[in-house]
């Protein structure tokens, strides 16, 4: 998926996850209570809808996507709210510290607000990168997932159906450790947003599930 070319091309208000709100992140923020004064790093930002929502809510957020035409619209949402343009171009693939502020090279927490399930398996190794080098204490995913013995048992990882022309990827809890390997969870749930329904993939049935994770006192 080219996501320069679907944000340079989809109207604002037709991009998929710019239609679905921002208050479910919100939400998510008051359940974990999550303080204001964190350093936050979101991933895979898109045009900022939920990273301005927390920055009015008081949270000290920095977006970050790989889509300059994203950037450039959040940036330019956020300067019509009266609020800091605080949004860099970065591929959450492959990290750029000079991209982020000094206080976000190390944030206390990174949200990866379902960005992860669109990247394919050859860029998790990357994304891991990215991971241990920030070195959050906390951090906050939204995915797709299944059972790990539905994964086990299917073989697969990827939904039959694309929503707007992107594949989505899914995992399973085994998976995500493998992932966020430095980490333990926290707290995690199934999501009970927008997407409340799972998805039959003819043999595999997947949901979206939100993990809150927490840095392994044994890594530092």
Request: proline share 5%; glycine share 8%.
């Amino acid at each position: 998926m080219n996501f320069e070319q679907y944000y340079s091309t989809t109207p604002y208000r037709q991009i998929l996850w710019n239609r679905l709100g921002d208050r479910e992140i919100l939400d998510v923020f008051h359940r974990l209570r999550v303080p204001r004064n964190l350093s936050i790093l979101s991933l895979g930002c898109g045009t900022g809808q939920k990273d301005l929502a927390c920055v009015k809510a008081g949270y000290r957020i920095f977006g970050t996507d790989i889509s300059p035409t994203a950037i450039a619209t959040a940036k330019l949402l956020a300067r019509k709210s009266g609020l800091p343009p605080q949004f860099g171009i970065m591929d959450s693939t492959r990290i750029r510290l000079g991209v982020l502020p000094r206080a976000w090279r190390q944030p206390n927490m990174v949200v990866d607000w379902q960005s992860l399930h669109n990247m394919p398996k050859i860029l998790h190794r990357g994304y891991r990168r990215t991971i241990e080098c920030l070195r959050p204490r906390w951090i906050l995913v939204r995915t797709f997932s299944a059972t790990d013995q539905e994964c086990r048992r299917t073989g697969r990882r990827t939904l039959g159906s694309t929503i707007s022309g992107i594949r989505r990827h899914f995992f399973s809890l085994e998976d995500l450790q493998k992932i966020y390997r430095a980490y333990v969870p926290v707290s995690v749930w199934e999501d009970p947003g927008y997407y409340h329904k799972r998805f039959l993939d003819g043999r595999a049935t997947t949901k979206l599930t939100v993990l809150f994770l927490r840095r392994d006192q044994i890594f530092g």
